[in-house]
């Protein structure tokens, strides 16, 4: 039989091949009792290590520091663009849209030209590129520019979005986690996307490749019970689905 440090680091290694543990998959292969694994996973939850679920786990991972933008950009393009296009499928006739930063939201606009009347609000500036040709009514919040995201922040913007009430709004996360909410590692992108959030009339919709779940940075953008609906890829754990639903 293993000894208690030895099964929570048998656990962290299901875990990491996983992404998710139930509590009697876990006492049946290490022939413990449910109430010792139940206590295991209270301590490596404690070390930051795990979230506990109804039933079971899933791997938490901390970032302290941002991607470089040309980074994310690169990532899971296939994945990205998907998202993308079902968030476009979500807009319809006259919608006025709250949009920010990040590759993921980017997505977006190259699939919103067959919407007729559709305004955009964004902190995003890579949407400039994207709307060259189309009928979208575009509008850029002020702001101080990130190269680090490819955005605009700070006072200023937070100003111009006190002065809108949108349809709808899609938020792109660095993190999304059962027990924290969406994350993100820099608190102006916090702020803008709370300032987003809170001038939505209707639907809030947090785009997130499946890389990003069971990830916790520094910032709350919100927690999920201030989330509609989160889109996302088939790359997402089934265990991690049947948790947020």
Known sequence: MLIPAERRNKIYEILRNHGSVRVSGLSELLAVSEITIRRDLEQMEAEGQLE??????????????????????????????????????LVKENDTLLINSGSTTLKIFRHLNFTRNVKVITSNMGAFL??????????MV???????????????????????????????????????????????????ARSMIERTRGQVV?????????????????????????ITDEGINPETIENLE
Do not use: W
């Open 206 to 230: 947090v785009l997130a490749d499946h890389t990003k779940f069971g990830v916790v940075a520094d910032f709350i953008s919100a927690p999920l019970e201030k989330i509609h609906t989160i």
């Open 130 to 139: 994207e709307v060259q040709g189309s009928s979208i009514e575009l509008h």
């Open 142 to 192: 002020g702001g101080t520019y990130r190269p680090q995201s490819n955005s605009l922040v700070g006072p200023l913007a937070v100003l111009s979005l006190q002065q809108v009430y949108a349809s709808k709004c899609f938020i792109g996360v660095d993190g999304v986690s059962m027990k924290y909410g969406v994350t993100t590692p820099n608190i102006q992108e916090a702020e803008i």
């Open 52 to 89: 506990r679920t109804h039933g079971g786990a899933i791997l938490s991972r901390h970032i302290h520091m941002e991607p470089l933008y040309s980074e994310k950009h690169r990532s899971q393009q296939a994945e990205k663009e998907q998202i993308g296009r079902a968030a476009a499928r």
